[in-house]
């Protein structure tokens, strides 16, 4: 009954949405009036796929074995938690999520969105319902998520073991909240270049979600790199895969669309631009979706492999894509400019950055199709790796962390101040820096040297906005882009004491035996079996000192039954000065075990600039959200200087 | 914004539809092939591995017709199943050859009368001298040899029964 009446609540949710988008044509093309219901359908389509969506969350809790989605990824043994994760831990519950949040988003926008003028705002709902729309055709067509099994089987075949992780529970709907929230940029975007409506309003409407969609994708992308670094056992926190980079593309487009709303919303500039950014950044979810699903690329994130689905994901892409583009291409000349702005200014300062950051995408986007491209082309097989990427996108992104010293001080429309001379003491920082690298470290690559100083001098450009003035009194947005800023930094430290001074150790070694890693000694105690809820494991005793004091960490080996699945579950420590990683691997037949282990110093300071990242973007929202409640009461010439 | 400008991005997604519509109409072969596969065999001469059935040697592979050439030993464990499978490829007229590492007559012997007995010659490798010269890094492991003595097909690890269909592919491939 519960699976029927989330079926059902699906269907309407599609009908509405159906309907939502003929209303939109009807009222673009005759009278607005028409479109008077438009808000209440959304809201209810929104209500309706939370509905079906509790639905399935119900199922998976209760495990119901006769729904065949919980079967083929669920079983009785499996703790509550990833019974519940296991509700979007596979193709179709995914894909219920990701059209449950394009609808709540559309339902958001139909409650509160004020800014555009109404003709906008029915557009756009009329996008969103077209959206949601393919991917309702796509779940009940190609993977209806409630189909049952008859006659029920007596027990599930479990979930992939690496997914059975806390991780799972958070890092997808982070990720798929940003992917999805981008669609009502999409959305506005679409609806914008109908009505040929681009203007500073259109950009304050669109910033609160370019904003909290990038907020998420920020910190869904920092918690899947930390997840892939202790799940996989690896030690790696980025491996360039193509699913790591699909989800890097939607997030370098909403960092430039971030930007670049900016100067559409405050000077009403660069329109054209921003409004195929804002179709990018969706585009590029939706890349990424199809990429993750279809698994068209080999990667280590191929959960969910379906060719036939991944043809009906293509075919949605190329149909929203190809609209917009088409839609851009026909409305793009009626674009008329904002106003005009002087070389050395916050507007081409903005502009570098769009430009670099686009770069970097394209760098990013190149590297993950190339190798089908040259397939396709000449036969050839190849693969792009982390060296390519590192080489070329690496010298980017240094070059642009250190124009984002930079960029913050320049004024709207023209500076003339001299610029360059608070950065004195950013700049004599990261010359100290540079000369303590070469004395303590005289061996290490170029590119993490001058991560350390590109870091070290952003670490204290990033604070100038705040300098010369009362901080306290400076706006929440401007705090935001300051810590977000620094956060910047800090990760980039983390990367480069990452990639100078990771010392690695392979070894076998006997019980007793002592190896040792950086500045550790590792003993290997013994290897004892154990067992848990669903799986059994070897689990490696280490006695790990640095002198004195020894502490001992256990990773195991682990070993599923459903389904028969082995995963290394690293053991690892956190010090103030970085990670010690220890993974157990096999015995040979001598009883000695393979043991991998890794120091890593200063490693956590990459996930700890990315939650920076994120906070500075949590804070310049709730300084948006807060501001237009004021607004209306402040003249337009207060405005601050650093928004 | 001039006309072609606007018309870059749609030109930009149709080259990458038309790339991804490519790769889901012709699934990547995701088999890794051998470094061997179409190289000759290098020279070598085996002597027998057991009394009363020859050794081999590269010029006996070169005969006109592909063969079979299977890397075995009688203390390897897959190999047992392998034999079997071995005898009925035998039995629709393949024609196989072994090389045995690291063996003793008397065990060979033994595993032989056992398991049976698909191999028409049989080469002692008793270093894993020729093994190593082939691209072979374990027991079991199989090569289909062409009639002028170049490797078209390496199976690794052994082939079992729902393998026969591809060996007799590749060997008529190799005719």
Known sequence: MIAEAGLAALWLAAGLAALQFLFMILALRSDLAVARGMRSIAVVQGALTLVAFAMLLIVFARSDMSVKLVFENSNSLKPFIYKVAGTWGNHEGSMLMWVTILAAAGAFVALFSRRTSERTLVAALGAQAALALGFYAFLLIASNPFARLWPPPMDGQGLNPLLQDPGLAFHPPTLYLGYVGLSVAFSLAVGALLTGEVDSRLARAMRPWVLAAWILLTLGITAGSYWAYYELGWGGYWFWDPVENASLMPWLAATALLHSINVLAARGALKAWTMMLAVIAFSMSMVGTFLVRSGILTSVHAFAIDPERGTFLLALLAIYVGAAFVLFAWRGATLKEGAPFELVSRESGLVANNLLLSVVLGVVFVGTLYPLFVEAVSGEKLSVGAPYFNAVAGPLALFLAALVGIGPLLGWRRERRPVLKPLRIPALIGATVLAITIILAPNIHILPRLGFVVAAYLAAASLLPLIGRNPLRAPLATWGMVVAHFGIAVALTGMAANAAFTSETLAIAKPGQTLSVGPWLVQLQDVTPIAGKNWTANEAELRVSRGSGAITLKPETRYFSDPPTETNEAAIRTFWNGQLYTVVGKPDASGAWQLRLWWKPFVTLIWAGGALIALGGALALLGRVWRLRRRARQPEWQRERYA | ?175
Request: glycine share 10%.
């Open chain 2, 1 to 175: 914004m001039s006309r072609a400008v606007r018309f870059v991005p749609l030109a930009l997604l149709l080259l990458i539809i038309a790339a991804l519509v490519w790769r889901l109409a012709t699934p990547a072969d995701t088999n890794v092939h051998s470094h061997m596969e179409g190289r000759a065999v290098p020279p070598f001469a085996l002597p027998a591995a057991l009394p009363g059935k020859p050794g081999l040697t590269s010029a006996d592979l070169a005969t006109g017709r592909p063969r079979l050439v299977n890397i075995f030993a009688s203390w390897c464990v897959p190999c047992i199943g392998e034999v079997k499978v071995l005898e009925q490829l035998r039995g629709r007229g393949v024609r196989i050859d072994g090389i045995a590492i690291r063996d003793r007559p008397d065990d060979l012997i033994q595993f032989l009368a056992q398991n049976g007995d698909p191999y028409e010659r049989i080469g002692s490798d008793s270093q894993s001298v020729v093994q190593i010269a082939l691209g072979s890094s374990g027991v079991p492991e199989s090569f289909v040899v062409d009639g002028k003595g170049v490797i078209r097909y390496q199976h690794i690890g052994a082939i079992e029964a729902a393998d026969i269909p591809a060996i007799m592919g590749q060997l008529e491939q190799a005719r």
